[in-house]
């Protein structure tokens, strides 16, 4: 089925008032949580006053020492950015006994790439035209720098728990590398409460209203299945979710890719028109989108930053679990996973909305009602609830990626602590079948609040470690101009740093390998 209008010009979607548009992006904001049009409304005004400010200041922030860490480590991302790949190929092997890097990059990809790739790229479009995917790229190349310090620094100072898992994040370099344990507690509860609840809460409601929606199944049985599925997962610890993602994460991006990539190609002759009207209109010399340009840059800076989730604290507590040779090779392949949620799967969803015709068809409806209709209008009737498949995907995904944030930091401050653990999980599990019938109020909005609070405390710890990071870096690079394909992290080198060096293997280097002032520690040990 072709597009119904054959000449492509996108023009700004007619019809919708500017405050409902501005109340869509609003509930999608720092979440990226957003479902078929409804608003979660907020009961306080004085609350969501807070929120909005908080997130002014949090989207400053993120921006600044975005910028910041781009400069002083003379653009890591880019320097870094065919090695990625590099890195990536190395970490697919598989291990038995550990969590391998690929496991910990889906994971974080898990959580990176959630529903807000679907909904939060469409209101981007509509509040700020296509202009917004530029500065949707600029921002999220800051936000690469950002997520290779804290990524690096969460493998820096990850701790040994024992059976091959470790445990890091931001509770972690807090404690060990600033010394402020009060400060990690605090971290920790706002990473317990707000992704695990807050978030989460959002997560359920959208994949029970969506198949409700899109094949009818009643709020209650759909709840029910979500929570005894999640209950199969998250009851199997870390190992068990890095096994799920290990499969489901590429097959739902696999997925979604293929169907938005089949869209592009059909409509490919438009496709130079389309690049060069982004281009346009996100420096406003476009004649349609000129007036949009303020748009633009807010809408694809908040879309580029809050989507990927670089710099906010969550995705350390994932990178910190892999078993990997240096910090820095954590780092990478985590910018990498910024890299794959903006630049890829972002770009295909607008690229989908520009190309099928529904951007200008005068379609009605939310971010996710338009990537459906753009689907469908090229696919057939399909479409529509194949994007609702993918929708709940994304969504579940989330959930458990939300979960483990959690269970990690639940970990820093109570230990293994089997009934706390127990308790936890039974909580979550509540939450969720709570939320998946009923409607969310204050919810997100304190959730909001309390993100602005974890990134606040996390993006200063980063600034006050980033000198360790950056000798971090250096001793990577050191190695590599070495002749060293995968250099190894001596811990010899950072006796000055409080590191456990059980969760540092001894690995051998090539004969001929080694770096003058520097060998390996054999104070290393196998756990």
Known sequence: MKPKNNSWHPRPRCGRKADYLFLLFRTYHH?????????????????????????????????????YFTVRSRFVQCRYFLHMFSVFSEALSRSKENVTSFQALMISVAGRVGSGTIAGVGVALA??????????????????????????????????????????????????????????????????????????????HIITHSLKESFGIPLATSTIGVVVILGLVIT???????????????????????????????????????????????????????????????MGAKRGLFANEAGLGTAPNVAAVAEVKHPVAQGVVQSLSVFTDTFIMCTCTALLILLSGAYHSHQQGDGVTLTQHSVAMVVGSWGSPFISVILVLFAFTTIYYNYYLGENNLRFIFGRNRLILFLYRFLVLVLVFWSGKESLNIVLTFADTTMTLLALVNLVALVLLFKIGLRVMDDYQEQRKAGIAEPVFDSAKFSDLDLDLTAWKKIARPAGSSIEGGSLSESYQNS
């Open 127 to 204: 509040l700020g035209g296509p202009g917004a995917i530029f500065w949707m790229w600029v921002t999220a190349a800051l936000g690469m720098a950002s997520s290779f310090f804290e990524c690096t620094l969460a493998q820096l100072y990850k701790r040994n728990g024992g059976d091959g898992v470790y445990f890091g994040g931001p509770a972690y370099y807090i404690r060990h590398g600033l010394g402020q344990h009060w400060l990690g507690i605090l971290i920790s509860l706002i990473l317990i409460i707000t992704p695990a609840f807050g978030f989460n809460s959002v997560q359920a």
């Open 236 to 298: 199997g610890g870390i190992r068990r979710i890095a096994t799920i993602s290990d499969t489901l994460v590429p097959i739902k991006i696999l997925c979604y890719l293929g169907v938005t990539l089949f869209v592009i190609f059909v409509q490919i002759r438009h496709l130079p028109e389309a690049i060069a009207v982004l281009f346009r209109s996100a420096f406003g010399i476009d004649p349609v989108f000129g007036g949009l340009v303020g748009s633009a840059i807010t």
């Open 31 to 67: 979440t990226d949580k957003l479902f078929g049009g409804r608003q979660l409304p907020h009961n306080s005004l004085m609350i969501k006053l807070l929120s909005d400010f908080s997130g002014q200041i949090l989207f400053v922030l993120l921006i600044v020492c975005g910028a």
